[in-house]
């Protein structure tokens, strides 16, 4: 999956961009994972956590 990201990438990408490519393909692995395991919540749930987090 790396070494296909990496060739889509023009000849003068930096490094960062690289490694953020990378990260990004990760989360989705991860993310894909967790589906898989059944690791997940409801929408509301999330909104509930997110009005808690950013509640002051």
Do not use: C, Y
């Not at 490694?19 to 059944?38: M, P, R, S, W």
């Amino acid at each position: 999956m790396v070494l296909s990201a990496l060739h889509r990438l023009p000849d003068d990408v930096e490094f960062k961009d690289i490694a953020e490519e990378v990260a990004f393909l990760a989360a989705i692995q991860e993310g894909q994972e967790d589906l898989i395991q059944g690791r997940l919540i409801s929408n509301e749930e999330m909104k509930k956590r997110l009005d808690s987090w950013t509640s002051v």
